[in-house]
């Protein structure tokens, strides 16, 4: 394993402001959390950029980590980051914060290949390319005890380039849930292509389009092996077990360029906010209707696709799921997590936040996104209005094209003592949300 | 007549543009002060300028913004992983009959551009004429801060005509 110290001036320079912003923070009467070596996690100067809500404070812990995907962090605080792509030879990253400042000072690296899936649960940790899923054992203290020899779970899966990201989830009780995205936007005979017809019934969903489910107990699994857990979902790349009602929630990318294809229905402003971003609870057996349909959240209704006879009025998919949350459009719902912390407020546990990697296909008109947002959630079901919770990634006011921002939300993870983690592909920083207020 | 446009041609023109970008200049500042000397003019032929700006360039960027900019963005910088940029491709600046290629035919085979893999698919754009996708080609050489010779229309109609027989 190769051993780097990630002890920079820079970082050292973070440290130095960081003692600064500890005094101004502590004028203020709102106390820095205390961690167990009695070091004190101090917000980054002016929040790394971030916006938060009142009494939250964000600190940059890492920078320059390549494209991380998705994290997890293990129940002393360590960090595992999904690479997209290896850097030096290693797709998964270790970080840890050795003195408690909240800057991890300790960064490892293993696994060669790229990916965004990843997870953890209880002494094992899941990673996925994006053919495979592989399955790792911790020691004590949440480190990989075989990094160099995991178990092959699942192979063989479907990558076509387009939403090949195997990102997943598990549900504690022996299963995998991976998403296999649909190597399409819309099912057209050419994809994305003015005039190409849709095909009918959709051959993709057969072994994309969905979630497949697999144990995490067996080895070398593929479609024979797993079961399509629920169907009918063009990309999903946020997956959270919710363990408060036992349920499954993922959130979907939604079909892009309805303009762009169907101009005669859909202007410019209408195709930049349709359809949905959707979030949904799923059963066995369940089908979100895509390429059938779409959710437009505007008209609170699931409408047939215009490659399928829709006008952009008719209704369809009588058998198909409601989604339990309908986003503005192509915002780009990456990651999902439910809070089940005790450091944040009491109103955000067992909440949903929604990490937003920021939209593209809403060109010409400005993008969206590039922020964190959070549903209330009481009993498994949303008790309010989504809200942005934090913002401020792009760097910008407004963005025109997705290069321009200085960070993407990409993952999301929850620390042992309730941070809230957020990764970013695009600048390669890993961010950590706290809260100061006593 | 197919006029053929070498890299020579090119630099003329070019030099001629700049002679005249600069003989705009001398005009603006002759506006702003037009006591100086040389704002006396004797005799001196008339120039007159209409655009400093190649003809495909306005037409190639409409084309652009109906066809192409939805995915490779307004700043040519396309979206990471996902849809090329345009700028500093060698797929776009590079051999012209392979660009056509992608243009009339589309790509879904995952392109690397500067050691990134993208992978959307490009749908083809053969419905478009052969003058819009001249002009759009030549538009993307010479746009985002690429600066590469223009395809003409006849070199897009031989292209046209090879592949489709």
Not at chain 1, 322 to 351: I, S
Not at chain 1, 410 to 425: F, N
Request: hydrophobic residues 35%; glycine residues 12%.
């Amino acid at each position: 394993m190769n051993l780097q110290s990630i002890a920079t001036g820079h970082i050292r320079k973070l440290c130095i402001c960081g003692c600064l912003a500890a005094f101004f923070v502590t004028g203020c009467k709102e106390e820095p959390k205390t961690m167990e070596s009695g070091s004190v996690l101090v917000p980054s100067p002016d929040n790394a950029g971030l916006k938060l809500p009142e009494g939250f404070g964000a600190i940059q812990v890492a920078e320059s980590l390549g494209k991380p995907r998705h994290i997890a962090v293990n129940s002393q605080g360590g960090i595992y980051i999904k690479l997209r792509e290896p850097v030096k030879g290693q797709g998964i990253l270790y970080l840890e914060d050795t003195d408690g400042d909240g800057i991890t000072d300790i960064k490892e690296g293993f696994g060669d290949y790229g990916g965004t899936g990843i997870c953890i649960v209880d002494d094992h940790l899941y990673a996925s390319s994006d053919e495979q899923v592989f399955g790792y054992t911790m020691d004590a203290n949440g480190k990989v005890k075989n990094p160099t020899m995991p178990d092959t779970l699942v192979t063989g899966l479907i990558a076509r380039r387009a939403h090949e990201s195997k990102s997943l989830t598990a549900d504690g009780s022996g299963n995998l849930y991976v998403n296999i995205g649909a190597y399409s936007n819309a099912c057209q005979v050419e994809d994305r292509k003015v005039g190409s017809p849709a095909m009918m019934p959709c051959p993709i969903l057969d072994s994309a389009g969905g979630i497949w489910r697999f144990r995490t107990d067996k080895l070398n699994q593929s479609y024979g092996e797993g079961v399509r857990f629920a169907t009918g979902l063009r990309n999903v790349v946020g997956l959270d077990w919710n363990h408060e009602v036992n349920k499954l929630f993922v959130t979907q990318h939604g079909r892009d360029m309805l303009n762009t294809l169907f101009p005669e229905l859909y202007d410019v402003e209408t195709s930049a906010i349709l359809p949905a971003e959707t979030l949904y609870m799923l059963d066995e057996g369940d089908d979100a209707g895509w390429p059938y349909i779409y959710y437009d959240q505007q008209q609170k209704k699931k409408i047939q696709a215009p490659e399928y006879g829709g006008d952009g009025k008719k209704t369809g998919g009588e058998n198909a799921i409601d989604p339990v949350v309908a986003f503005p459009g192509h915002m780009a719902p990456n990651a999902l997590l439910f809070y089940t912390g005790d450091m944040f407020p009491e109103r955000y546990r067992n909440g949903a936040f929604i990490a937003f990697h920021g939209s593209w296909n809403r060109a010409p008109e400005p993008q969206a996104g590039y922020m964190v947002a959070f549903v209330p959630f009481s009993n498994g079901k949303p008790s309010g209005d989504w809200e942005v919770f934090a913002d401020g990634f792009s760097g910008m006011q407004e963005v025109l094209s997705p290069n321009d921002a200085a960070h993407r939300p990409t993952g999301l993870a929850q620390g042992p003592d309730g941070s809230l983690y957020v990764s970013d592909d695009q600048g390669g920083s890993l961010f950590r949300i706290i809260y100061t207020k006593k | 007549m197919a006029v053929k446009i070498t890299g020579k041609a090119i630099f003329s023109l070019l030099f001629l543009l700049g002679v005249f970008g600069a003989c705009n200049l001398v005009k603006k500042q002759e506006k702003e002060n037009p006591d100086t000397e040389s704002s006396v003019e004797k005799g001196a032929p008339k120039i007159e300028i209409v655009s400093d700006t190649p003809a495909f360039m306005a037409n190639g960027e409409k084309v652009y913004v109906e066809n192409c900019l939805v995915c490779h963005q307004a700043d040519g910088k396309g979206v990471s992983g996902l849809n090329p940029p345009i700028f500093n491709s060698e797929y776009v600046n590079g051999d012209k009959s392979r660009l056509l290629k992608i243009l009339f035919k589309g790509s879904n085979e995952g392109l690397v551009v500067q050691g990134t893999t993208y992978s959307n698919a490009m749908p083809g754009f053969a419905t478009l004429n052969d003058t819009a996708i001249a002009h759009v080609a030549s538009y993307i050489r010479n746009s985002f801060g690429n600066s590469t010779d223009s395809i003409t229309i006849e070199q897009v109609a031989r292209f046209r005509s090879s592949e489709y027989q």
